[in-house]
């Protein structure tokens, strides 16, 4: 079953393209929380939208907190996300178009 672009999801996958690679930077740059991010960046990297790798226990150590892992967008979460936002795009449009119909 192919994954469900929510708007969620897309904001995650967003942040990862802009080069946000850890759970927490990705929350502090979406506004989402632990709970909503940890789950979808697990799902993308099952469906092959993200990979991951754990950085050396040695750098985290040296700076005294847990290693992180470090996601990083592939090419079909690329064009996953690319998908999403022309599909915005048009229902934002169109969603324009009948507002400036009805709003005085």
């Not at 909503?36 to 790798?53: F, H, K, Q």
């Not at 892992?69 to 592939?74: E, F, K, P, S, V």
């Not at 079909?76 to 229902?91: D, I, Q, V």
Request: charged share 25%; net charge positive; hydrophobic share 40%.
């Amino acid at each position: 079953m192919p994954l469900r672009v929510t708007y969620p999801t897309a904001i995650v996958m967003l942040a990862v393209s802009r080069g946000v690679r850890y759970g927490f930077d990705i929350m502090d740059a979406s506004g989402l929380q632990s709970g909503t991010v940890y789950p979808i960046l697990r799902r993308l990297e099952a469906a092959g939208m993200l990979r991951s790798r754990w950085e050396a226990v040695v750098d985290a150590r040296d700076e005294q907190r847990p290693p992180r892992r470090y996601y990083q967008i592939t090419e079909p979460g690329r064009t996953a996300l690319n998908e999403w936002a022309a599909a915005w795009r048009a229902t934002r449009t169109s969603v324009d178009s009948v507002l400036e119909g009805l709003l005085p």
